[in-house]
């Protein structure tokens, strides 16, 4: 990555806008250095797996002492050991595809194809003008690319910068304002109406993407089957406290480790808002049931990126994963603002679950059924958690040092988790902070998914304020 002065001006603005951007180009940057030390990376996890099946045993060993003598328990445990073995088995296998991944080579700059980027905001302030800049000067042909930005309903000043981003890039920069805020979706499909691109990459206004994200996104659309591709999306803000620090690591395993697995059989569940490609004529033709979406007789108003992704696979696209496709978010560094940012996404997580069950019987038999035991596993995990409370509560009750036991047991399998994010971020800063994240989230936010899972049909935002923290670090 050349030095902020080498760069356009756009660009040198949106990273010397927030504390430790420099920091986070140097860490992306250092992860694309050789890959001579990958083998011995594969290597230990394969052999922490290996140790992790030993203690989880040791653990549900111990468990079983407990249960043994009451009735009640040994009902609990026999479906807590089954998920145990069924998630330890889709482990081995995430793993072995997680491996196996590589992002598709980017698109010629030369024969790039024509191309239209939404970015809708609300109350962004100034750092909407970063967005902007970060696309407008990103590598590629300039006559091939056109920006179009919509206000939705601004109660700050957002829609001064983006006159000023119009006036910055004539001919480039198309801005849209709404008189009030109408929503996110809507937003959106203004932008999908308006492209004349023939494709359409969506990015959120309070993030900025690498130079080369366009080309990178543009690659896996020669498979004429891809519908969406999903971007790389890492935090910005890192150096703000904790929660941004833990989040880092969150969002590498989320959105680099877990989507990298679901792009080998081509059904990445979610193309995050925060940076993803779609297929112009693709999307227009979900577009009317996009935008009417309704769950249980309430307007869908969240979860607007996975609603499209369930709706292409329905159509019988397949979504993928570009690694090489990068944006940088900011996400919140204070602890009510986090509970709202994963309870949002829990309902919609909820809905579109529900939804994807009916739609998998449209994938392709591999898919399909890789598919179906992803689901089943990963959403079991949540009734079977807290049911497997009930047993740890009683088990230490009976056997205190079962508790020391369980934390140990958790702190291990944590730190094995984190450890494959060392692939694209070799900071070892991460490892500390994916424990912690760990953790946090069991003792501090567990109480999320069931809140969420109560109030499905609930549709507020939460998160965007005049003011906010973003706006007071743009400049």
């Known amino acids: 990555m050349p030095p ?41 996890i394969l052999v922490g797996l290996c140790s992790y099946i030993y203690t989880n045993v040791q653990m549900l060993t111990s468990l079983w002492g407990t249960a043994e003598e009451n009735r009640f328990l040994r009902a609990i445990f026999l479906p807590c050991a089954l998920w145990a073995v069924a998630g330890t088995f889709l482990t081995f296998y995430r793993t072995v595809l997680w491996m196996r991944y590589r992002p598709t080579a980017p698109a010629d700059f030369d024969d790039a194809p024509s191309l239209t980027v939404v970015i809708p905001a609300y109350n962004e302030g100034a750092m909407v003008m970063n967005s902007i800049d970060s696309v407008a000067s990103a590598r590629y042909p300039a006559e091939k690319l056109e920006i179009i930005v919509v206000d939705d309903g601004s109660k700050d000043d957002t829609w001064s ?21 109408r929503g996110k979706r809507d937003a959106l499909a203004v932008g999908f109406e308006r492209a004349r691109g023939e494709f359409v990459v969506t990015i959120d206004s309070d993030s900025v993407i690498e130079p080369d994200a366009l080309l990178a996104l543009m690659g896996p659309f020669r498979d004429s089957k891809v519908g969406a591709v999903a971007g790389k999306v890492v935090v910005y803000n890192t150096g703000e406290g904790l929660i941004a620090s833990m989040l880092h690591v969150r969002f590498l395993l989320t959105f680099d480790v877990s989507r990298a697995v679901e792009s080998s059989y081509g059904t990445v569940y979610c193309c995050p808002g925060a940076l993803a490609a779609y297929r112009v004529e693709a999307v227009r033709k979900v577009l009317p049931e996009w935008m009417n979406q309704t769950f249980l007789g309430s307007r869908c108003a969240i979860g607007e990126d996975r609603a499209l992704t369930n709706d292409l696979l329905n159509e019988g696209f397949d979504t993928v994963y570009q690694s090489n496709a990068v944006v940088r978010t900011i996400v919140p560094v204070k602890y009510q603002k986090l509970c709202k940012m994963f309870l949002r996404w829990n309902r919609s997580y909820v809905r579109e679950e529900v939804r994807f069950m009916r739609i998998v019987w449209r994938r392709p038999p591999y898919a399909q059924w890789i598919a179906l035991l992803d689901r089943l596993v990963t959403n079991l995990h949540y009734p079977i958690s807290y049911v497997a409370l009930v047993l740890l509560t009683a088990a230490v009750v009976m056997r205190p040092m079962i508790a020391v036991q369980f934390l140990l047991v958790m702190g291990f399998f944590s730190l094995l988790s984190t450890t494959y994010c060392l692939r694209s971020d070799r900071s070892p800063r991460g490892l500390i902070y994916g424990v912690l994240f760990s953790f946090y989230s069991f003792f501090a936010m567990s109480w999320i998914m069931p809140y969420a899972f109560f109030t499905v049909r609930t549709g507020s935002w939460m998160t965007r304020e005049v003011g906010g923290a973003v706006q007071r670090r743009a400049t």
């Open 161 to 181: 910068y983006m006159e000023l981003a119009a006036a910055r890039y004539p001919g480039t920069v198309t801005t849209v304002r709404f008189p009030q805020n």
């Open 4 to 44: 902020v002065k080498d760069l356009h001006p756009g660009r040198a603005r949106v990273l010397s806008h927030l504390p430790q951007a420099n920091d986070i180009e140097s860490s992306l940057a250092s992860s694309r250095r050789g890959n001579h030390w990958i083998p011995l990376l594969y290597t230990l």
